[in-house]
């Protein structure tokens, strides 16, 4: 069982930067695929973007270029620095954990979620 707890959203202006942090509890963080996905009132969770057990990175087109996200093993920690933000990028995050399949993209690939934190963005 893996628990994950995200932090670091919050109110911000157009142009702000932010990083949202993910730490997960258990001892085989490191062999898991870590991701990314966002839910903005009135749509449907999307993917943000992903990390692979061996720290490839991929990204949703909306956010390529604007969003890195990276991974600390030894904290058990993922983040996902957000730069250049826009209004549009309000959403709740959400990080998820799954076994690294090699698809990074859907959401029935992340067997485990948190409980997601708030970033709103004003213009």
């Known amino acids: 069982q893996v628990q994950l707890v995200e932090s670091g959203g919050g109110l911000l202006q157009a142009g702000d930067s932010l990083r949202l942090s993910c730490v997960a509890s258990g001892r085989t963080f490191s062999s898991y695929a870590m991701g990314w996905f966002r839910q903005a009132p009135g749509k449907e969770r999307e993917f943000v973007a992903a990390i692979s057990w061996s720290a490839t990175t991929y990204y949703a087109d909306s956010v390529e270029g604007r969003f890195t996200i990276s991974r600390d093993n030894a904290k058990n920690t993922v983040y996902l620095q957000m730069n250049s933000l826009k209004p549009e990028d309000t959403a709740v995050y959400y990080c998820?954990?799954?076994?690294?399949?090699?698809?990074?993209?859907?959401?029935?690939?992340?067997?485990?979620w948190g409980q997601g934190t708030q970033v709103t963005v004003s213009s």
């Open positions: 998820a954990a799954g076994v690294d399949s090699g698809t990074y993209y859907y959401q029935y690939k992340y067997d485990y």
